[in-house]
């Protein structure tokens, strides 16, 4: 009997296993076909609208077919480089702190980056060396789940469960600031061998104002985002960047509420929210050993440090980088192309 059991349940695997290759090998086909552009140190595919490394598009892809979403799921989701590892670093010190007390030696956050300790959904590569989505499935409820996916690209069957009893807190950024942030990022880069690639800045200025960067057109990303935000607003969180560095306090208040672990007037008096903001502060998060050596991940050729998720943090820093001419190409599209919606960037 165990012997067939055996048998059988190697036969299922086999013919699981065989299934996912079949579903990768359609979807590297689909991707294969879609139009390319290079630019931001890589190679970029247009998706739905949206401009995505090919590698997560094949992520995207293979979630649509086999992602399982959970009641109490919690996706954090961002445009890139606008406070992704901050919002990941808040939410996981606020959903755990009863497990993990503020100020304890074992806090995670002393020994694991940021970006570890909430995995990207579309790119298992960066966790699991390719062992496809087994990673999302062990992960304890309520998971903490981050995507740079735009709303209109998430799995039906994830949309549904969030309609139903999931949320989502997506955080926004000034974009000059932002585009200044990829740039660097970008440009930081480095190829295995040690080798920098070097955009030019008004290059990719031109790249970022066409719609042209990784996932975007950047305004579509957020505008989808937040018309979802104004008509169900206890489903989608909108943030601000600047709010949260100018108001932070006040704005971690609101991000434990709507998670749905609101901070007790015990808490409050405590200064625990307090503690969650120094805690999970640029100065604290990149002066820790742990977010300053070693790699974050490998894609492709390119080779991404723990490090490059902290560079300034400061409101603003695009005037040091961009003249005012620069700048007002960037205001006077996203003026164009927010117009009417009511989002002010
Ligand atoms: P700058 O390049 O402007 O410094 P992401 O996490 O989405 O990739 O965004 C990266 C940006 O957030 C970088 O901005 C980085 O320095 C900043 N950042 C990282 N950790 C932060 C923190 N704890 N508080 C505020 N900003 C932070």
Not at 328 to 344: T, W
């Amino acid at each position: 009997m165990a012997a067939q059991a055996k048998d059988e349940s190697a036969a299922i695997s086999s013919d699981e296993s065989q299934e996912q290759e079949d579903t990768s090998t359609i979807i590297t086909a689909l991707v294969s076909k879609l139009p390319t552009r290079q630019g931001w140190s890589q190679s970029y595919v247009l998706y739905n609208n949206y401009w995505i490394n090919p590698l997560f598009v094949h992520g995207i892809l293979r979630l649509h077919t086999t992602f399982k979403p959970r009641h109490d799921d919690i996706i954090l989701a961002s445009n890139p480089k606008c406070g992704t590892t901050w919002m990941k670093a808040l939410a996981f010190t606020i959903i755990n702190r009863s497990r993990y007390e503020l100020g304890n030696n074992d806090h995670p956050l002393l020994s694991r980056h940021p970006q570890e300790l909430v995995p990207f959904m579309e790119t298992p590569t960066c966790h699991t060396n390719g062992d496809g989505l087994n990673y999302l499935e062990a992960l304890p409820s309520p998971r903490l789940l981050a995507t740079h996916m735009p709303l209109s690209l998430f799995p039906p069957q994830l949309s549904s469960s969030i309609a139903a009893s999931g949320r989502v807190v997506y955080v926004c950024r000034e974009p000059k600031d932002a585009f200044v942030s990829r740039w660097h990022f970008a440009s930081k880069f480095r190829r295995c061998g040690g080798e920098h690639s070097t955009d030019n800045l008004e290059s990719a200025l031109d790249m970022f104002i066409q719609g042209f960067s990784p996932y975007g057109p950047f305004w579509d990303h957020c505008l989808e985002y937040w018309r979802q935000s104004i008509s169900s607003p206890e489903k989608i969180l909108f943030l601000k960047y600047e709010d949260m560095m100018s108001e932070p306090v006040k704005h971690i208040v609101r991000l434990a509420t709507f998670l749905g672990v609101p901070f007790s007037v015990k808490e409050e008096e405590d200064g625990v929210p307090k503690e969650v903001v120094r805690l999970c502060s640029f100065d604290s998060l990149s002066g820790m050993c742990v977010n300053q050596l070693g790699e974050f991940a490998r894609l492709q050729d390119k080779v991404i440090d723990k490090s490059d998720f902290f560079r300034k943090g400061v409101v603003g820093d695009w005037v040091n980088h961009m003249s005012e001419e620069m700048g007002r190409k960037i205001d006077r599209v996203m003026e164009e192309k927010l117009k009417g919606s009511g989002l002010v960037l």
